[in-house]
């Protein structure tokens, strides 16, 4: 199984928002031909963004543009607003078999471990900007 790509979707739409900005008209077509998704995936991306106070955008074909400083969005503030997680990382299937004594003890033996890793890929998340991002693009992005 794998995350959700909405996080990496979401990262890639701001730094198109970002690189392109100055110059065109960014809507979610734009954004989608870099992304090579459908619109109406970026569509909600940016609603996301928006409501998470990242991103501008003008009704009908008006563009989006960042409205936050990039030194402030981390990409932990990004997997946030993209939803691609509420609550804990890891999902347990729901009922283990309590009469078993590995399916007894699976949260007991399982649990911290699950939270130290999500709580350490949070931390990681948190160290990048996505300033830190722009400055890694190659200078012709």
């Known amino acids: ?10 990262v890639h739409t701001l730094l198109v928002i970002h690189v392109f900005g100055k110059t065109e008209k960014v809507t979610s077509e734009f954004i989608a031909a870099s992304v090579n998704v459908n619109p ?3 569509r909600r991306t940016l609603q996301s963004l928006k409501a998470a106070g990242m991103v501008g955008v003008k009704a009908g074909s008006g563009g989006a543009s960042i409205v936050k400083d990039l030194h402030d969005i981390s990409l932990l503030d990004v997997y946030r607003a993209a939803g ?4 804990e990382l890891f999902h347990f ?3 283990p078999n309590p009469d078993c004594p590995v399916g007894h003890n699976i949260h007991a ?13 949070e ?4 160290k990048v900007t996505l300033a ?3 400055a890694e693009l190659p200078a012709k992005a």
Not at 84 to 87: A, F, K, L, N, P
Not at 109 to 121: K, S
Not at 123 to 126: A, T
């Open 1 to 10: 199984m794998q995350l959700s790509s909405r996080f990496t979707v979401a």
């Open 40 to 42: 109406v995936v970026i």
């Open 84 to 87: 691609c997680v509420e609550g």
């Open 93 to 95: 299937h729901e009922t």
């Open 109 to 121: 033996v399982l649990d911290a471990h699950l939270a130290d890793a999500q709580a350490a890929m």
């Open 123 to 126: 931390n990681e998340l948190k």
């Open 132 to 134: 830190d991002l722009v």
